[in-house]
């Protein structure tokens, strides 16, 4: 059984910077696509940015780039995410996905979640 496990969120201020983890397990990743997509409250779930476990190659959103960046530990079936220059907006639920293709429009399992609050 697949889990995805999301840890590191919280209450930070805007242009503070804080990592989310995603601890996955339950299957062999080495060739998964792993990534993050947020939701705000009362929006549709946006992808946010996603790296293959394989190559290391890492796609982020516009809205994302040059402040999110997404890292693996493949030892550790974990990926990473470093959030700086926070803003009000950046505020969501974040969700871990695997995907063993285009984890853009077919995200296979999902985490929980964890909460990211930015304040003014």
């Known amino acids: 059984q697949v889990q995805l496990v999301e840890s590191g969120g919280g209450l930070v201020q805007a242009g503070d910077s804080l990592t989310l983890s995603c601890a996955a397990s339950?299957?062999?990743?080495?060739?998964?696509?792993m990534g993050w997509f947020r939701q705000a409250r009362g929006k549709e779930r946006e992808f946010v940015a996603a790296?293959?476990?394989?190559?290391?190659?890492?796609s982020h959103s516009d809205s994302v780039e040059g402040r999110f960046t997404i890292s693996k530990d493949n030892a550790k079936n974990t990926v990473y995410l470093q959030m700086s220059s926070l803003k009000r907006e950046d505020t969501a639920v974040y969700f871990c996905?695997?995907?063993?293709?285009?984890?853009?429009?077919?995200?296979?399992?999902w985490g929980r979640g964890t909460q990211v609050a930015v304040s003014a």
């Open positions: 339950g299957r062999t990743f080495s060739h998964y696509n």
């Open positions: 790296i293959n476990l394989n190559s290391g190659i890492t």
């Open positions: 996905a695997t995907a063993l293709e285009n984890i853009r429009i077919g995200a296979e399992d």
